[in-house]
């Protein structure tokens, strides 16, 4: 799937460069917010296999953000994504969330940690595969 | 999307350009000193404003 939109987005850029030749500064930034605005994210949709974390076990004040843990925001812990990320997370309802946290521990297998808050919201058992699309 | 759920994003666009001059303030005042209690939860509300706000902003951009 990601190959498929790398070679998408090669295209387009290919196409952009043939059809466009940048002559001036203000020609150029516009071809590169282009080509920027379709360059396709490295988990730009598919799924990922998700837990839930704040529903009263004993954890850290804050996030690794640096702001206070909130478990019933819409929130969630990733372990590589930039922090400040947006996800639209589908279980049974949708959601967004805002990746404000490191985690969950590789040995786990588990891709995602959703905060009670988010988990509540999409109807998410607490284990399970969500469907994940990048906003940002 | 649900026109509903448009208005409330917004109205949430708009508090958030009218807070933004305050908040930008306290956070001004916090570099050089300690804020009080009260701004102090000020500034938390602000900041809540300001990432439903974003939220809010790129659910708008991905939609169109």
């Not at chain 1, 990733?78 to 985690?103: E, F, M, Q, S």
């Not at chain 1, 999409?122 to 994940?132: F, K, Y």
């Not at chain 2, 807070?19 to 000020?42: F, P, Q, T």
């Amino acid at each position: 799937m990601e190959d498929r939109g790398l070679k998408r987005f090669f295209a387009f850029a290919l196409m952009l460069a043939v059809s466009v030749t940048p002559a001036s500064a203000d020609q150029l930034g516009d071809f590169l917010g282009a080509v920027l605005r379709h360059a396709p994210h490295a988990h730009s949709t598919g799924t990922m296999y998700a837990s839930v974390y704040g529903a009263g076990e004993r954890l850290n004040t804050h996030t690794a953000s640096g702001e206070r843990f909130n478990p019933r925001a819409h929130t969630a812990a990733h372990r590589t994504l930039p922090l400040g990320t947006r996800l639209h997370v589908c279980y049974h309802g949708c959601t967004v969330v805002r990746i404000n946290d490191r985690g969950p521990a590789k040995w786990t297998g588990r891709d995602l940690d959703l905060s009670r808050g988010a988990a509540r919201a999409i109807g998410h058992p607490g284990l399970g595969r969500v469907r994940v699309t990048r906003l940002n | 999307m649900n026109n509903d759920l448009v208005k409330l994003g917004k109205a949430i666009l708009k508090a958030n350009a009218a807070v933004e001059a305050a908040r930008a303030e306290l956070v001004k005042k916090a570099g050089g000193e300690r804020l009080s209690r009260s701004d102090y939860r000020l500034l938390g509300v602000a900041k809540k404003i300001e990432a439903l706000a974003e939220t809010v902003q790129i659910v708008f951009d991905s939609e169109v």
